[in-house]
Every structure is written in C-alpha cells, then in structure tokens.
T-cell receptor, first 113, second 111 residues
C-alpha cells in the first residue's frame, strides 16, 4: 500500500524564521495531498492541500510545492510565529482507495519567541 | 465546522480488559474513521465505514473490532486489550469529499 515519509521529524526555530517540511510518497496513483496541523492537546485540523495536477499552492504564509515526477512535496512556512508550534502531517489520498488517507509520521515544529 | 465527539477522553484498563471507544458526528457525514496515533508512526488507520452497517478494514486492524450502528455513531472495540494498544485514538468523519474532520481523541492506557 501507499507509504508516506516526512522529514525532518522535528524542528526548532526562532520566531520569524522560515521552515521547510518535506514529504515523499510511494504510489504514483495518489492524487490528492492534504496537510493537517495538530496543536498541543488539540485535534488535527486541515491547513492546506494540493492535487496531482498542480505544482504549487499558497495560503497566506503557507506554500505547498508538488513534484509528481519525484513523488515529493514540501511545505514552506514563512515568518513563523509561536502559534505555528504544532505537529504537521502530510497525507496522501490514493485514487480509488475508497476514501482512505495515508499519513506520514509527522513533523514536530517548535517556534521560540 | 463539522462536529466529531469522542468519549471517553481518557481510559485506563488492564491487560485482557474489554474497552469500547465511542465516536459521534452530527454532520450527516457518510464516512467515519478510526486512527491510532503513536510517536514515530503518525496516524495509522484501524477501521473505517461509509455508512450504517458498513465496515472496512484499515491498515492496522489486528486486535480491534468496529461497528457503525447509525450514520452518526462509530464504535471501536478492544475485546482483549494488550499493552501494545496503549495509544491516542482519533475518530474522524468526512462527507465524501477528501477533508477529514477529527475528534479530540481518546487516550487509552493498557496496564
């Protein structure tokens, strides 16, 4: 089945820095890639997504890049704030998989004021 | 925003114990999911369902049963709990689109 890998597993940055979270997947039939954020002690929340027919998507300080050829995604967060401290999950939606998402292991981001 | 409510928030049981985790969504979503979250593994899908009476096997189903009694309610059952099932469990729902709405989680400890 589909496998999703995320790197790094953790990041510590100063407020205002930019960060890059990388994600790779194995099944070329995956067509949709949502990302979720989990703040400490809270539920996962959707933050941004991209489809396999796109290369880039931006939502305020978040930019998601997609390379279909290398099966790689990267999430870029600019001007980080302490409120960005959370675990970020990449996920992949396999075409025809009956609405099943496969998640990466997550990247724990800590933004220090 | 979609409302997904899990109960209990925390549960402690002993090895061999019987545990039921509950999930209710109030947004008429067809799809419901049970995931477990463990450090280093992210979220792994246990079971899911696309409607009352339907059940699909996820990626890590061993030791778990599930039942979807109504469109709103999805239960996860551990009939002989083991320490390896100590984890944070999340329920989620979706309306057939790709965005999942998650509950707040149930932390289960098996002693």
């Amino acid at each position: 089945g589909e496998q999703v890998e995320q790197l790094p597993s953790s990041l510590i940055v100063q407020e205002g820095a930019s960060v890059l979270i990388n994600c790779s997947y194995t099944d070329s039939a995956s067509v949709y890639f949502p990302w979720y954020k989990q703040e400490p002690g809270k539920r996962l929340q959707f933050i941004i997504d991209i489809r396999s027919n796109m290369e880039r998507k931006q939502n305020q300080r978040l930019t998601l890049l997609f390379d279909k050829k290398t099966k790689h995604l990267s999430l870029h967060i600019t001007a980080t704030q302490p409120g960005d401290s959370a675990i970020y999950f990449c996920s992949a939606w396999l075409s025809g998989s009956f609405n099943k998402l496969t998640f990466g292991a997550g990247t724990r981001l800590a933004v220090c004021p | 925003e979609a409302a997904v409510t899990q109960s209990p928030r925390n549960k402690v049981t002993v090895t061999g114990g019987n545990v039921t985790l509950s999930c209710r969504q109030t947004n008429s979503h067809n799809y419901m999911y049970w995931y477990r979250q463990d450090t280093g593994h992210g979220l792994r899908l246990i079971h899911y369902s696309y409607g009352a009476g339907n059940l699909q096997i996820g990626d890590v189903p061993d030791g778990y049963k599930a039942t979807r009694t109504t469109q709103e309610d999805f239960f996860l059952l551990l009939e002989l709990a083991s320490p390896s099932q100590t984890s944070l469990y999340f329920c989620a729902s979706s309306g057939g689109g790709e965005t999942l709405y998650f509950g707040s989680g149930t932390r289960l400890t098996v002693l």
